[in-house]
């Protein structure tokens, strides 16, 4: 507590440091035993401090992998066997590189749960070596039929419908580094009707459709001639179309 106040009373920056160093010092007292092994045999390969990011909620803990399993051990209850979530090797389908927060730090890991269900979890490491080290480790030790697919690949299934619209433009997503763990790179899916008004909609008739040759900002003349005069009057460096998508503070801007 005396360290918590000491560190209220300095600058943002120099607070912010102090609050890490105390946090790290903390999770350092909560070390993963070999009682939470599922195995008497397993041994530890690699333990990694990370955050588990959610949509609306961070939770700070540990990773520690086995040459059979991927353990997670929250530090919100450390010593609780109950808490850990584990994971075997041969489970995990995909493992992909993210950014986080415009550091390349974070690692989503796609698991199938119950036999058929696909989940992916989004862990954010403490430093770009931890963050290769576990990609390297999980990519070498888990089955070699890691999904790995090609664009011209999925486009072609596409094509030829034997995937739907929703999941190529999920993939789409996938490869442009979002994901819908992390609400700053949440997936974004076109708006592609016109009619908002009518009872039905005829799909066959193409004025229902946006015409998506242009941006949402230039759907309508009034609408262009707003943003047009927006960017006459603003500072540099000067953009048309800004979005800030679902998340309060990070955002990207579309310069032209």
């Known amino acids: 507590l005396q360290q918590l106040n000491r560190a209220s009373q300095l600058h943002h920056v120099e607070h912010q440091t102090m609050i890490a160093m105390i946090a790290h010092h903390r999770q350092s007292l909560y070390p993963f035993k070999s009682m939470f092994f599922d195995d008497l045999y ?6 990694f401090i990370v955050d588990m990011v959610e949509p609306l909620v961070n939770v700070p803990g540990r990773i520690v992998v086995s040459k059979a399993r991927l ?12 808490d850990i979530v584990k994971w075997k090797l041969d489970s995990i389908v995909q493992v992909v590189c993210r950014s986080y927060i415009l550091q390349d730090v974070g690692l989503e890991v796609f698991i199938v749960e119950n036999g058929s269900t696909t989940s992916n979890y989004l862990f954010v490491l403490d430093s770009v070596p931890s963050r290769n080290e576990l990609h390297q480790f999980l990519v070498s030790h888990c089955p070699s039929n890691l999904e790995e697919s090609n664009q ?19 993939y789409l997503n996938n490869i442009s580094d979002r994901t819908v763990n992390n609400l700053s790179q949440y997936p974004v899916f076109p708006w592609v009707f016109s009619d908002y008004t009518s009872s039905t909609l005829d799909l066959s008739n193409p004025a229902i ?41 990070l955002y990207n801007v579309l310069f032209n």
Request: proline share 6%.
């Open 71 to 82: 353990y997670f051990q929250p530090f919100s209850n450390a010593f609780s066997m109950a």
């Open 209 to 249: 459709y946006r015409d998506l040759t242009l941006p949402i900002g230039a759907l309508s003349q009034k609408r262009l001639d707003r943003i047009l005069e927006r960017y006459k009057e603003m500072p540099e460096p000067r953009f048309m179309f800004g979005s800030k998508l679902l998340y309060p503070r």
């Open 152 to 170: 011209s690949n999925m486009t072609l299934k596409w094509q030829n419908g034997l995937i739907s619209n929703y999941e190529y433009l999920y």
């Open 42 to 47: 397993e041994r530890e390969c690699g333990n």
